[in-house]
């Protein structure tokens, strides 16, 4: 074992803490905790700022945004999603008494392919629920186009795609809804939070409505069976904390991108996805794929690295189709998800965090490559 520190898949940038005292004397002053309070209209109207929308919902994390999305959309029956994700993508329709019905991956992207998915719409459809994986775009023309088809609506867990863009501006306007994680992991952190991007002002009220216990505003009565999904005082001055460092953040992501790219190219066997232009892309991830003709088995590779205290992470193994409270389902037959099962096999998720340095990355490169074995 190696006598190095532990080097984790990822690491959260955190601002000088004195830089965070303003924003407590704030809300200590103010003794507004919760429920709607200024700091979260600030982010709120910060985010929609940085992002290019119009329309934002915080919450208190982003599987509750999830949850409440697929709960405000309305949906009944069954629900096209991906097998290659986190399980908070998956739960959140079981959540709402749906029928996930699994479709593969696309090979280039890690993303649902949307050539499978017309096959896979029965009568029960309503709905489809991809996810940028790793922050990378969707088929987001190919999705809209089955979609409009069979008229379906469009949910995206964009849990890993804050500030992402495309030619036409943010990622994040496609769809009916999309969600956002802020978990200590992402690129963009509250702690905990997420968040809904909407598509109107009636859309954000519902959701709005939803997040607060279905209450109506002001709390009269109660008009539908929400839930408390609602972001803290704390937990928005952090976000308008880290909002401040976050192009610095992000440049330095993309640095650690570039070196990893540069430096694993010539590595036979091992393959680095191609996301979006690098201007355009947040580097959340940074998942390689050791194929058959790397010399070492993903598994052995995997255990290589942390012996020398490198811990990747093997996201999204196992595939949510495989889980218990899945895989019987008819759409979780591996035979109908050839491409997410070969994958899942073959992936490490290496880390990159803003402070990770570069010596590092190179030795993760050297260990890769087998220079420094
Ligand atoms: N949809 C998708 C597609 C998602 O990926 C997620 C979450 C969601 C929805 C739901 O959003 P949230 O409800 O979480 O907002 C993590 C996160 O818990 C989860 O947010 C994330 N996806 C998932 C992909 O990864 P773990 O189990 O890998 O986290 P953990 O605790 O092992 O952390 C990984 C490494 O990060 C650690 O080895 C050390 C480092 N770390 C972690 C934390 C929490 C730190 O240095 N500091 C920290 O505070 O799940």
Redo the contacts with the bound molecule.
Sequence with gaps: MSDREPI?????ALPDLEAFMPYLREIWDRRMLTNGGPMEQRLEAALCDYLGVKHISLFC??????ITAVQAAGLSGEVITTPY??V??AHSLLWNHLTPVFVDIDPSTMNIDPARIEAAITERTTAILP?H?YGHPCDVQGIRQVAERHGLKVIY?A??AFGVRDEGGSLLRHGDLS?L??????VFST????AIICPDEATKRRVDQLKNFGLVPGGATVEFVGTNGKMSEIHAAFGLLQLEHLIEALDRRRLIDQRYREGLAKVAGIRCIDGVGEHLANHAYFPILVEPSYPLARDVLFEHLAAHQI?G?L??QPLLSNLPMYRDLPSANPANLTVANRVVGQVICLPIYPNLEHETVDFIIGLIAGTNA
């Design positions: 984790f898949v990822t690491q959260p994390n982003g599987t509750q945004a999830l994700s986190f908070a993508t996810v994986c867990d849990a890993h969600v994680s802020f978990h200590a992991t992402k702690f905990e939070g997420g811990h992470r996201y999204f």
